[in-house]
């Protein structure tokens, strides 16, 4: 990111990526979601509290060690464990759910998240046998040496790297994982674990997106473009679906943590920020601001800002006007 901030604590939808998919986590799972992190990484234990566990990675050696890691907090408590990444802030609770679902009614040693995308991704092969079990993960630089190299890479289901695994037999095959020479030294990968489960012909499960956006990261500014416009798209749709009329959704701004009511009509260039609440039967733009404020029924606002405000019922702003807690200026 070259950045001075940690990289999950970038925001998408108004919202640090983090705190995205901890809310996933936190409506799936039974106990607080457990956070590997690295020592003295205060920012993250500021912003979920006494919500979360913390456990310290003090090397960064590789996804199956930061799992590992882990093991002193959960261990004989949960008899599964699902393991995400802090960047991919577009997965939802329903697929984790789905995912702990399929582990336990298949009795599976790993369920693992996969997406049909496309054959040029940088993310590993799911490779199935003739009865479609999953036999292995190839990741890309390694197919690149097999002899069927072609055929590997032009397999279009990948792997997301989320895994939902039994407890019990996580933690007896993580100290067994092969160590492996990466950019940084030697890492531990998370991914070796569906090897092992196949070489002990155990059951591996894939559990495939609906949406395939629900498996984008961002670890570059420029992949945070992309995971931003994917989660703008997935935010206006559900409005649209529910009545409210986005005159360009391509140029309409809603986060998480807004309500909007039926029938209001969101004009372009239109930002609605923070914890907002608007009102049924609003027209709201074009060129208008409003964060973190209430929003009656029938208001119209147009060209203005409005911000720690609160608007009665059928009131008309702008255009040209700065509302600021219950303060109205021209601008």
Same mark, same amino acid.
């Given at each position: 990111? +070259?950045?001075?901030? +940690? @990289? *999950?604590?970038?925001?998408?939808?108004?919202r640090?990526? %983090?705190?995205?998919v901890?809310?996933?986590?936190?409506?799936v %799972? #039974?106990?607080?979601?457990?956070?590997?992190?690295?020592?003295?990484?205060?920012?993250?234990?500021?912003?979920f509290g006494?919500?979360?566990?913390y456990v310290e990675?003090p090397e960064?050696?590789?996804?199956?060690?930061?799992t590992r890691?882990?093991?002193?907090?959960?261990h004989?408590?949960?008899?599964q464990?699902?393991?995400?990444?802090?960047?991919?802030?577009?997965?939802?609770a329903?697929?984790?759910?789905r995912m702990?679902q399929?582990?336990? =009614?298949?009795?599976a040693?790993?369920?693992?998240?996969?997406?049909?995308?496309?054959?040029?991704?940088?993310?590993?092969?799911?490779?199935? &046998?003739?009865?479609g =079990?999953?036999?292995?993960?190839?990741?890309?630089?390694?197919?690149?040496q097999?002899?069927?190299?072609?055929?590997?890479?032009?397999?279009s289901?990948?792997?997301?790297?989320?895994?939902?695994?039994a407890?019990?037999?996580?933690?007896d +095959?993580l100290p067994?994982l092969p160590v492996?020479q %990466?950019?940084?030294g030697?890492?531990?990968y998370?991914?070796d674990? *569906?090897g092992?489960?196949?070489q002990? @012909?155990?059951k591996? /499960?894939?559990?495939?997106l #609906?949406?395939?956006?629900?498996?984008?990261?961002?670890?570059?500014?420029?992949e945070?473009?992309?995971?931003? @416009?994917?989660?703008?798209?997935r935010?206006n749709?559900?409005?649209?679906?529910?009545?409210?009329?986005?005159?360009?959704?391509?140029? $309409?701004?809603?986060d998480?943590? /807004?309500? *909007?009511?039926?029938?209001s009509?969101?004009?372009?260039?239109t930002?609605? !920020?923070?914890?907002?609440v608007?009102g049924?039967?609003?027209?709201?733009?074009p &060129?208008?601001?409003i964060?973190?404020? !209430?929003?009656?029924h029938g208001?119209?606002? =147009?060209?203005a800002?409005?911000? &720690?405000? $609160?608007?009665? #019922?059928?009131? &008309?702003i702008?255009?040209f006007?700065h509302?600021?807690?219950?303060?109205?200026?021209? *601008?």
């Amino acid at each position: 990111m +070259q950045s001075r901030k +940690q @990289k *999950i604590l970038h925001e998408v939808g108004g919202r640090p990526m %983090a705190a995205h998919v901890f809310e996933a986590a936190a409506a799936v %799972a #039974d106990l607080p979601p457990v956070l590997v992190v690295a020592p003295g990484e205060e920012a993250i234990r500021q912003l979920f509290g006494e919500r979360a566990v913390y456990v310290e990675q003090p090397e960064q050696l590789g996804t199956g060690h930061a799992t590992r890691m882990a093991e002193p907090v959960l261990h004989g408590r949960s008899d599964q464990v699902l393991v995400t990444y802090g960047d991919m802030p577009l997965l939802r609770a329903e697929t984790m759910r789905r995912m702990a679902q399929a582990q336990a =009614e298949s009795g599976a040693a790993v369920a693992m998240l996969s997406a049909i995308g496309d054959p040029g991704s940088s993310f590993g092969r799911v490779v199935r &046998n003739k009865a479609g =079990e999953v036999v292995e993960i190839v990741e890309v630089a390694e197919a690149r040496q097999r002899r069927d190299a072609t055929k590997v890479l032009a397999i279009s289901e990948l792997n997301v790297g989320v895994y939902c695994f039994a407890a019990g037999w996580l933690w007896d +095959q993580l100290p067994a994982l092969p160590v492996r020479q %990466a950019r940084n030294g030697q890492e531990y990968y998370l991914t070796d674990m *569906i090897g092992l489960a196949v070489q002990q @012909k155990q059951k591996v /499960v894939a559990v495939t997106l #609906d949406d395939p956006g629900e498996a984008l990261g961002a670890g570059t500014r420029a992949e945070l473009v992309a995971v931003e @416009k994917a989660f703008r798209r997935r935010a206006n749709d559900r409005w649209l679906a529910a009545g409210v009329t986005l005159v360009n959704p391509e140029t $309409t701004y809603i986060d998480q943590t /807004v309500t *909007i009511g039926q029938d209001s009509v969101i004009w372009p260039n239109t930002y609605l !920020q923070g914890v907002t609440v608007i009102g049924e039967g609003c027209v709201v733009g074009p &060129n208008v601001i409003i964060r973190d404020s !209430q929003v009656g029924h029938g208001c119209r606002i =147009e060209q203005a800002v409005v911000e &720690n405000a $609160t608007l009665a #019922d059928g009131e &008309n702003i702008g255009p040209f006007a700065h509302v600021r807690g219950h303060m109205r200026a021209s *601008i």
